[in-house]
């Protein structure tokens, strides 16, 4: 028997539960406390208990060791609320994916918990209400480096029926690892919004006193009740003060720290605009919202994949995929001895797309002879767009265009903001 | 006072910061008021347990002050910042705290786990301190250590104005290791030995930081017929028996007041208390304070009647006044209030003293508080004031207490509940192993008292100038140097003892003289290259030119040691111009002639080889006259 299932066993004999109090009875000496759950990283042997001063302590237990049950948890009632409802205010709706941002804290156990409904996400910020009112789903609960098409889709689904229902926006509230991914793909998916769409994440989670979860939704709240935008947007921290939260496009939005608050950026363009004080001020044009029904339009190749380029990149390193986009080095360029196997998987009818490490600038293969080569090689430019909205737009253009020629220039059009024509000299970091 | 007596009960708990890198991150711990960075934030209240969020606390939030931080690049990164997750925890930290459960014979949990302290007043980024239990049940002489944990400071509180309160970042995470005793202290002096055993153990670590601020002790208290009163930030261990002496007297007296009240007054006299507006009658009063409050024309002047109180809030142990003023300065913004006992006073006579115990139906017994301001401020502080009146009636109330510089206290909070903690999950669990404990106790400091008697023994110091050295931390810097060079001993003493702490005085460097600089100091001393008189000269130096040689530096300093036949050039010269000064003055022309030599050879000669020549210079001028 392993030291784990003995002491499983040893617990199940005396009939201790997560969130009852034992006493650990060890060379003579007792330590009484309520049952933790098993840390990840805890040693095998370990019992974790709470003490009656808080404090959390592991305690070893071996074949000498006794546990006694003192007794059993009073189990509490959860309260359950109602969602205000004020005919004054506009409605949105809120549809849950998971995330940070929907984590709590089960203070009994310590045990990180998804929000289970979105009522629970918004009365954990309820300055919500005075916004705007709630109507409040669940989509799906997984952490965002799960999501892939089919949660895509689903999604596209769920917020045109939300707004064709007649809310006045709706927000998605999100892990921020791959937002960018998603915001993308629903940019694409979604035709003729009526209203705001914003996807909305948090760098810590709710159950702590300075999440910045609070001033996140809150500011999506603002955006998707009072804005007229048309567009799907992420809002999140502008800075890493409290002081204002920015509106990014998105399919020019990407996540650039790996825990800053203000992690999300506006890739060679500027922010839509920011949220200070509860006021929208806008910096630049975007799509205005329609009176129209929202069409999904999620038809979607997916045998697509991204290679990121590096020295010594080898042929055999590209796979043959309907689609790939390449990661190149500068302003698009792969070492020179895969070309033939690029050009190879282009005549048997790959597309292959070209955007740049470099994340900020234009792809231009014009300059330099490995570029035109990769032209001559049939390689499309992704002009300023990111790699991971290249992904996306390749993946729908797939399922869009009849013909190489028609997906070619589907991945030229500006579709949903995804390539500007002119890059303001302001865009960079 | 017998102390056994009166069942005066009470426990220690020291806050110590640790000498290593912070808690959670590689910075050093280090106080710095360089600003390089500033960020504001907001903090609100979480969800409880049942998911649901208090409304009030909400508004409370709302109301709530926004903490601006101002930091610098030198002592905080993403971490303070609340940016970035927490690294591993110090590894140091852990030892130092797993040491000194060892010399408090305490037993160290097998496990430790980092827990979240819920604080939303701004002092921590996160909005809770980290802290963990490393060891419990030890024992220090007869009082039991209840409990050992490690810590991460709070950030320091720069200044509060308006809604905005500004903290520095460069304290937060320098991590603290937190003793708690049970009560089982027996006297204020007790208490004071306690806490000094713990410090020098502390100490004998090497990996505590010194100096003020760096230490904090609380103190819990209480006796027959008292309460547990929690008494915060006591500095010093000369102030410890003094604020537990004083807080005796307080809890006595308070009790003494109890008597004489309940002799004096029913419950319900305090009850249905008549705010009564003065503005009209005292409006004419040559009172400074009132003339100054009343300017402002939406002031007005009220006052209730504190039945039983005469004489009573003014006594010397228990200050009923100060403490009825605490109560309405923290509940609203009034500057003070003014009671019966302390008049005549503030221009306030005794006929308008008379007056308002008339207009207020006072008798014999009975006391009254003035409070002057805005309508509402003086409600809510005269509503403060009636609050805490009926307290005394009941004694001794549990309550948290900040230690002044006097070593008195004063009123901070009420006593909290149990603090809501839960885990730190971004800092996983970790094993105390029993190798790991075998090697703390194979690598377990020197006692101090043990190394205080060796020190007598083996460096033939006296019992002053070995407290001295231990105390100061450089005891192993001496033990190294004195081993090296025995002969320079009492130099090597006072060195370390006097001439760097003087240099610091100066706002010179002293860090950056390191223990092979003064080697290299004492070694040219050894070889007579110059004299000891010259050591804060080259010190001096050497702080300020840190790519330099002993050599050079003897020389900038131009103190390169004469020989014999130089030193009596000199001498001789000097002696030369003042022949007739010597013919005078005979044999004591020594004394003030050694001042002109010493005043031209200082450092570039040893003094008593100075006075020597001298002598015998001076003995030939007189025999040869």
């Given at each position: 028997m392993t030291r784990r299932r003995y002491i499983e066993e040893k617990l199940r004999a005396v009939d201790a539960k997560i969130g009852d109090t034992i006493r650990i009875i060890k060379d003579g000496k007792g330590m009484e406390g309520v049952l933790m759950p098993h840390h990840e990283f805890s040693g095998d042997d370990i019992v974790t208990i709470k003490l009656e001063n808080g404090y959390n302590i592991g305690v070893a237990v071996d074949r000498n060791t006794d546990i006694v049950l003192i007794k059993k948890q009073k189990m509490g009632i959860r309260k359950t609320k109602k969602i205000p409802f004020d005919p004054n205010k506009p409605t949105i709706s809120i549809i849950g994916t998971g995330g940070t941002i929907a984590c709590y804290v089960d203070y009994r156990t310590g045990a990180v918990h998804p929000a289970t409904s979105a009522e629970e996400l918004a009365f954990s910020v309820p300055e919500i209400f005075e916004i705007c009112n709630v109507r409040a789903h669940v989509a799906f609960q997984m952490f965002s480096e799960d999501i892939d098409v089919s949660h895509w889709k689903k999604l596209a689904r769920y917020v045109a029926k939300e707004l064709n229902n007649g809310v006045h926006g709706v927000i998605i509230p999100h892990g921020t690892d791959t937002m960018g991914y998603t915001s993308a793909a629903l940019s694409f998916m979604l035709r003729n919004l009526s209203g705001p769409v914003v996807l909305v994440g948090a760098q810590r989670s709710s159950d702590r006193p300075s999440s910045d979860a609070a001033q996140n939704l809150t500011a999506a709240a603002t955006v998707a009740s009072k804005s007229d935008i048309g567009e799907v947007v992420v809002v999140m921290h502008g800075d890493i003060s409290d002081t204002f939260s920015t509106i990014h496009r998105g399919t020019k939005v990407r996540k650039f720290h790996t825990s800053r608050r203000d992690a999300f950026k506006t890739v060679n363009d500027i922010p839509l605009g920011k949220i200070e004080d509860g006021k929208i001020m806008f910096n630049v044009e975007y799509r205005k919202k329609t009176d129209g029904k929202v069409l999904v339009d999620d038809k979607m190749e997916e045998d697509v994949g991204i290679v990121y380029s590096y020295p010594g990149l080898r042929p055999e390193d590209i796979p043959e995929k309907k689609g790939v986009v390449l990661v190149g080095t500068g302003l698009g360029h792969v070492p020179n001895r895969v070309i033939p196997k690029i050009k190879q998987l282009i005549d048997n009818g790959s597309i292959i797309v070209m955007t740049s490490q470099c994340i900020f600038g234009r792809i231009n293969m014009h300059v330099y002879s490995n570029g035109r080569d990769l032209i001559k090689a049939g390689v499309i430019s992704g002009e300023d767009m990111l790699h991971e909205t290249a992904f996306v737009k390749l993946m729908w253009a797939l399922a869009h265009g009849k013909n190489r020629e028609e997906i070619e220039r589907l991945m030229k059009t500006n579709i949903a903001g995804e390539i500007t024509e002119r890059t303001r000299a302001d865009t960079f970091i | 006072m017998d102390y056994r007596k009166i069942g005066f009960k009470a426990g220690l708990e020291i806050h110590q910061q640790l000498d290593t890198n912070k808690l959670f991150c590689q910075c050093p711990s280090k106080i710095t008021e360089d600003i390089d960075y500033s960020f504001t934030r907001f903090l609100r209240p979480t969800q409880s347990e049942m998911g649901d969020i208090d409304q009030a606390a909400v508004e409370e939030a709302k109301k709530n002050r926004c903490f601006l931080y101002t930091a610098s690049n030198q002592s905080t990164c993403l971490v303070e910042?609340?940016?970035?997750?927490?690294?591993?925890?110090?590894?140091?930290?852990?030892?130092?705290?797993?040491?000194?459960?060892?010399?408090?014979?305490?037993?160290?949990?097998?496990?430790?786990?980092?827990?979240?302290?819920?604080?939303?007043?701004?002092?921590?980024?996160?909005?809770?301190?980290?802290t963990a239990l490393i060891a419990i049940n030890g024992k220090i002489d007869n009082v039991k250590i209840q409990t050992i944990a490690l810590e991460e400071d709070a950030a320091r509180k720069i200044k509060e104005?308006?809604?905005?309160v500004n903290y520095g970042l460069d304290r937060l995470g320098i991590p603290l290791i937190e003793i708690a005793t049970s009560a089982d202290i027996k006297n204020p002096e007790h208490a004071r030995k306690t806490a000094e055993k713990i410090g020098l153990l502390l100490q004998s670590t090497k990996k505590v930081k010194k100096g003020l601020g760096t230490i904090r002790q609380d103190l819990n208290i209480s006796i027959q017929g008292g309460a547990r009163v929690e008494i915060k930030g006591i500095q010093s261990l000369s102030s410890i028996s003094k604020v537990a002496e004083n807080e005796t007297k307080r809890q006595m007296g308070l009790i003494e007041i109890k008597k004489i009240l309940k002799h004096r007054i029913k419950k319900g006299d305090l009850e249905n208390i008549k705010h009564i507006d003065l503005t009209n009658t005292l409006r004419k009063s040559n009172s400074n304070i009132i003339k100054k409050l009343l300017k402002n024309n939406a002031s007005c002047i009220k006052a209730i009647k504190l039945p039983g109180f005469h004489g009573l809030l003014k006594q010397r142990d228990t200050r009923l006044g100060r403490e009825l003023a605490v109560y309405a300065r923290i509940s609203t913004d009034i500057g003070g209030i003014i009671h019966s006992d302390e008049l005549p006073g503030y221009g306030i006579n005794e006929k308008e003293k008379k007056e308002i115990e008339k207009i207020l139906g006072n008798k014999e017994n009975d006391a009254f508080v003035i409070a002057i301001g805005k309508e509402t401020t003086v409600n809510n502080a005269l509503q403060a004031v009636i609050k805490r009146a009926k307290m005394f009636l009941d004694g001794v109330p549990e309550e948290v207490r900040r230690a002044l510089p006097d070593d008195t206290t004063e009123y901070m909070r009420p006593l909290p509940g149990a603090a809501r903690m839960y885990p730190e999950t971004d800092v996983p669990p970790i094993r105390i192993t029993p190798h790991h404990i075998q090697w703390i106790k194979k690598h377990l400091p020197e006692k101090i008292e043990e190394k205080h008697k060796r020190f007598i023994k083996q460096y033939n110091l006296n019992e002053e100038q070995t407290k001295q050295i231990i105390s100061s931390g450089q005891d192993d810097n001496f033990e190294k140097l004195a081993k090296q060079f025995p002969n320079l001993k009492k130099v090597i003493l006072r060195t370390l003892l006097n001439t760097l702490p003087e240099l610091e005085k100066e706002g010179i460097k002293t860090e950056n003289i390191d223990n092979n600089m003064l080697n290299q100091v004492f070694y040219a001393l050894e070889e007579e290259k110059y004299a000891k008189e010259a050591i804060p000269k080259i010190l001096k130096y050497l702080a300020q030119h840190r790519q330099t040689t002993i050599d050079k530096a003897i020389e900038a300093c131009g103190l390169k040691k004469l020989s014999q036949t130089e030193i009596t050039q000199i001498i001789k010269k000097i002696v030369d111009e003042k022949k007739e000064f010597i013919a005078e003055r005979g044999k004591d022309s020594l004394g003030p002639l050694m001042g002109i030599a010493m005043k031209e050879l200082r450092g570039k000669a040893d003094g008593k080889i100075i006075s020597k020549i001298l002598q015998k210079e001076i003995e030939k001028t007189i025999i040869s006259s």
């Open positions: - | 910042a609340d940016e970035e997750p927490p690294h591993h925890a110090n590894k140091e930290a852990i030892n130092t705290c797993l040491t000194i459960a060892i010399l408090l014979n305490a037993k160290p949990i097998d496990e430790i786990h980092f827990m979240r302290k819920i604080v939303i007043d701004g002092s921590n980024t996160s909005g809770f301190q980290r104005k308006n809604k905005t």
